[in-house]
């Protein structure tokens, strides 16, 4: 079993719609991230999150929106989104003072736009 | 040149045999790599990490690293049907907050 929890494990939505992705860990990890993965790709960095500040932002668009509410809790706001950002929805956390720390990931969240 | 680069396979392997799977990267300065197993429909699942030349041995897994050349690879000895994944190989870029992953090799264990 992963420490690092993500909810729901599956979402379908509606390109009008306006979900919500979260992710918790209790690790004590001050890093979190959410990756993007499509299929037979590796994944692909969307935000960090260091000691609940965003520190990186690779250029996503707005209709994705992070949050980072506390140290345990990470959050992923979707509205508008189009077909094309159906993939599965990774979080990670990491250790921020070992800048060698490895990520550790969550189960992950399927998420399908219709 | 990408900044991490994998054979992407599929690299099929006997059941028993030894499993080589290798990982190139561009930033000299990068010192820390990672070895993550990833199942279809899965997380990716760190099953290695590696920061010094050398090899390093867990298990049936030994990581090796090779800095002047740029070079990090995995080796799984034994290897069984429950191998059968796709292997990322992930470098920490220096002064960078993030890990740039290859493209994975898809690796089939043949029984």
């Known amino acids: 079993d992963t420490e690092v929890t993500q909810t729901p494990k599956h979402l379908v939505m509606g390109m009008t719609n306006k979900k919500s992705l979260k992710c918790e860990q209790h690790?004590?990890?001050?890093?979190m991230y959410w990756y993007k993965q499509k299929a037979k790709k590796p994944p692909e960095l969307m935000f960090v999150y260091s000691y609940e500040k965003l520190s990186i932002n690779e250029s996503v668009p707005s209709r994705f929106s992070p949050e980072c509410p506390n140290s345990s809790l990470l959050n992923l706001h979707l509205h508008a989104l189009q077909p094309e950002d159906s993939a599965l929805y990774l979080c990670?956390?990491?250790?921020?003072?070992?800048?060698?720390?490895?990520?550790?990931f969550g189960n992950g969240t399927r998420l399908t736009v219709t | 040149q990408k900044e991490v680069e994998q054979n992407s396979g599929p690299l099929s392997v006997p059941e028993g045999a030894i499993a080589s799977l290798n990982c190139t990267y561009s930033d000299r300065g990068s010192q820390s790599f990672f070895w993550y197993r990833q199942y279809s429909g899965k997380s990716p699942e760190l099953i290695m990490s590696?920061?010094?030349?050398g090899d390093k041995e867990d298990g049936r897994f030994t990581a090796q690293l090779n800095k002047a050349s740029q070079y990090v690879s995995l080796l799984i000895r034994d290897s069984q049907p429950s191998d059968s994944a796709t292997y990322l190989c992930?470098?920490?870029?220096?002064?960078?907050?993030?890990?740039?992953f290859g493209q994975g090799t898809r690796l089939t264990i043949n029984p």
């Open positions: 690790m004590g990890h001050r890093a």
């Open positions: 990670a956390s990491s250790q921020v003072e070992r800048q060698n720390s490895p990520l550790h």
């Open positions: 992930a470098v920490n870029i220096k002064g960078a907050q993030k890990l740039v």
């Open positions: 590696i920061y010094s030349n």
